[in-house]
């Protein structure tokens, strides 16, 4: 990627493979492999590369840039990525972050919350995460998992999720618990079979929305945000099902005052967010700047 410090990256090429599921050795060398690709690609020589940004699924430490566990990778735990990546590199500073915290600074930099210090991102997809930006910074927490919303419980008896508790606005909205609760591949096919009357696919969308209803209410209460970001797959897909219901929330049970104060919108980067906001807060970090404070 290219562009100034302030503006937003330019995607001059890109590389993407499967991530290997068989340990972290072969998810090295697949990131090396599809940077050098990408670089290759768009003809830049890695000694031009001033450093490289990268977004994980957490928890993690971004200081020392060690990812803690990856529940989807086998053996992935403890794994000190950004060394490991950088001398696959020859040697170029990395820089890892959570990809929802990721996603935070490049829709709080370039996207949809720009310029905005108060906000919560939202993402809804495949599962369902978040990060805080509070007086304009990351809210990281005492182990930096805060702004895990997805575990959020909303229900005192609900569904089991896959963090090992119960009634978390994942297991309801997650597209993975959905679809599983269906009993289909997909949690489009949920969404279809909801739309043709489908009365069981009706009634779990109708549980989702009322997990992000009560989403909506608690961030508001809570955090009191000016604005709240709502992106990933299923959020794109139906908003209706999914922000609409935040906004209800927000405006018929939450705090009046916070209620006014606070607009819940699309994100604006789309699929693009985890490698926009990874060039952003690699090159902040180079800069020794706070990630937000552009
Ligand atoms: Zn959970």
Redesign the pocket.
Known sequence: MVGSQDERPRIVADSTRPTPTTGADDVIAALVASTRAALDQARRPLRDVVAVGCSAPGPLDHERGIVHVAPNIHGFENVPLAARLSSGLDGVPVFVDRDTVIAAIGEGTVGAARGVRDFVYVTVSTGVGGAIVADGRIVRGATNTAG?I??W?VALDGPR???????????FAGGRNLAERYGSRDAGDVFRAADANDARARALVGELESAMEALGVGLVNVLNPSLIVVGGGIAEHEPTHVLEPMRRGARERAFAVASKAVRIVPAALGADVGMIGAVVAARQRVAGRDPLAV
């Open positions: 895990e997805g575990h419980p999720c896959g963090c090992g508790s119960f009634g978390c606005v994942e297991a």
